[in-house]
């Protein structure tokens, strides 16, 4: 091959190296929620789960759903969405069939400012929406906010709720304090970000400066909303259960990270305490949300839990 046909060739794939290069570049700079479209499509796939929805009472629901067996329901934390367990649930799937619910008013659903969103209110329209999709005895889980609303629709539901996993969960008080008081401003600069996310994680995850400045964005789009629905919990009937949780009679895991600095540990152990033959895991070096930090760990106490 002569020489000038070989400088054409590698000019020429140089050329498109350089525009793939350029592409990445500003997709990965300018558009990081395609980035992380594409990751979760990922997760999802490796979790074997599929992207659903169903409408209640003229309200869209998205979800997750995959595997197969026994129905396990699993609810997402205050400003977190419906991907927050897939990572936990590629070791699920195997065994359960799992559903992952988008929680309103958070995620990809409406924000319809009629409607309620505390726990009582969430806990009787995730009744609708189980029921719509066929599910009348299951297992039930949820992190933060998802567990409050876990205990809240147990205490309601108590024949729909096979079992009880509640990992790192809103819902009682150990001092009397307010919960979910409102946030006082808004996330605005990086460096404010990363310090939230040293409340969340021990193991915090690599993020690029690029996807920090897009979820700086995010919250302040979501700041006023969140404040009310952060309002909406506060007034519902089932703000703090305190007096009630001792009701619950399913079997019942309490998940907890010992390093947890948004629910103390104490709220773990007062959950544990209340209800009666309940089992008790915490995770050492681990934060508030460990279907994140230890989604294999997670899935495995799960199971562990569930199986026996």
Same mark, same amino acid.
């Given at each position: 091959?002569?020489?000038?046909?070989?400088?054409?060739?590698?000019?020429?794939? !140089?050329?498109?190296?350089?525009?793939?290069?350029?592409?990445?570049?500003?997709?990965?700079?300018?558009?990081?929620?395609?980035?992380?479209?594409?990751?979760?499509?990922?997760?999802?796939?490796?979790?074997? @789960?599929?992207?659903?929805?169903?409408?209640?009472?003229?309200?869209?629901?998205?979800?997750?759903?995959?595997?197969?067996?026994?129905?396990?329901? %699993?609810?997402?934390?205050?400003?977190?969405?419906? *991907?927050? !367990?897939?990572?936990?649930?590629?070791?699920?799937?195997? #065994?359960?069939? @799992?559903?992952?619910? =988008? /929680?309103?008013?958070?995620?990809?659903?409406?924000?319809?400012?009629?409607?309620?969103? $505390?726990?009582?209110?969430?806990?009787?329209?995730?009744?609708?929406?189980?029921?719509?999709?066929?599910?009348?005895?299951?297992?039930?889980?949820?992190?933060?906010? $998802?567990?409050?609303?876990?205990?809240?629709?147990? %205490?309601?539901?108590?024949?729909? /709720?096979?079992?009880?996993?509640?990992?790192?969960?809103?819902?009682?008080?150990?001092?009397?304090?307010?919960?979910?008081?409102?946030?006082?401003?808004?996330?605005?600069?990086? =460096?404010?970000?990363?310090?939230?996310?040293?409340?969340?994680?021990?193991?915090?995850?690599?993020?690029? $400066?690029? !996807?920090?400045?897009?979820?700086?964005?995010?919250?302040?789009?979501?700041?006023?909303?969140?404040?009310?629905?952060?309002?909406? *919990?506060?007034?519902?009937?089932?703000?703090?259960?305190?007096?009630?949780?001792?009701a619950i009679t399913a079997p019942t895991l309490v998940l907890w990270g010992d390093k947890d600095q948004l629910i103390d540990i104490a709220v773990g152990e007062a959950y544990? #305490?209340?209800?009666?033959?309940?089992?008790?895991? @915490?995770?050492?070096?681990?934060?508030?949300?460990?279907?994140?930090?230890?989604?294999?760990?997670?899935?495995?106490?799960?199971? =562990?839990?569930?199986?026996?």
């Amino acid at each position: 091959m002569p020489a000038s046909t070989k400088r054409k060739i590698f000019i020429g794939l !140089f050329s498109v190296v350089l525009l793939v290069a350029a592409s990445a570049f500003i997709v990965f700079t300018y558009f990081p929620q395609v980035i992380l479209d594409v990751m979760r499509a990922q997760y999802a796939r490796d979790a074997n @789960v599929t992207r659903k929805a169903a409408v209640v009472d003229g309200y869209t629901f998205p979800y997750y759903e995959g595997g197969t067996g026994e129905p396990l329901v %699993l609810i997402h934390g205050f400003g977190d969405s419906m *991907i927050s !367990f897939v990572q936990s649930a590629k070791w699920l799937t195997p #065994k359960y069939r @799992v559903i992952m619910p =988008e /929680v309103p008013g958070f995620g990809d659903t409406a924000r319809d400012a009629t409607l309620d969103y $505390g726990a009582r209110a969430q806990a009787e329209r995730f009744h609708k929406f189980f029921h719509q999709i066929g599910l009348t005895s299951f297992h039930l889980a949820g992190n933060s906010m $998802g567990g409050h609303i876990t205990a809240a629709y147990t %205490l309601l539901y108590p024949k729909d /709720v096979k079992s009880v996993i509640l990992i790192d969960a809103a819902g009682i008080t150990v001092n009397d304090d307010v919960p979910y008081q409102d946030a006082a401003k808004p996330v605005t600069t990086v =460096e404010e970000f990363d310090a939230y996310m040293d409340k969340v994680f021990v193991q915090k995850p690599p993020i690029p $400066g690029a !996807f920090k400045q897009y979820f700086v964005q995010q919250a302040q789009g979501n700041f006023e909303w969140q404040n009310r629905i952060r309002a909406d *919990i506060r007034k519902s009937p089932d703000a703090i259960l305190n007096d009630r949780i001792s009701a619950i009679t399913a079997p019942t895991l309490v998940l907890w990270g010992d390093k947890d600095q948004l629910i103390d540990i104490a709220v773990g152990e007062a959950y544990h #305490k209340a209800i009666n033959g309940s089992k008790y895991v @915490v995770f050492k070096e681990c934060g508030h949300s460990p279907q994140y930090e230890r989604p294999q760990e997670t899935a495995e106490a799960i199971l =562990e839990f569930l199986e026996k």
